[in-house]
């Protein structure tokens, strides 16, 4: 598929091809992002875990430390939030 982009004019816009160097640094782009994808989405993983466990799990660790809640509730919960947010 050709590339083509607007070239704004006095007599209106008009749509022309891009250049062999546009071409190139559009596909340059196009592969780096490709080629990113696999460390955004594990950089998404994580922002998702540390907020799950700043909301959900940090306050049990405290709370199973005083022995408000039985043991291994804090384990279990970050358990679940790795299985919620698998890498």
């Known amino acids: 598929m050709a590339r083509t982009k607007e070239i704004a004019g006095p007599n209106g816009?008009?749509?022309v091809a891009l250049s062999a160097e546009e071409n190139a640094a559009c596909d340059a782009e196009e592969k780096l992002w490709a080629d990113s994808a696999p460390a955004r989405a594990a950089e998404e993983v994580q922002i998702n875990r540390r907020a799950a466990y700043q909301a959900e799990s940090d306050p049990l660790f405290f709370e199973e430390q005083?022995?408000?809640v039985a043991a291994g509730t804090w384990a279990a919960k970050r358990s679940e939030i790795k299985e919620r947010f698998p890498k």
């Open 13 to 15: 816009s008009q749509t």
């Open 66 to 68: 005083t022995g408000e």
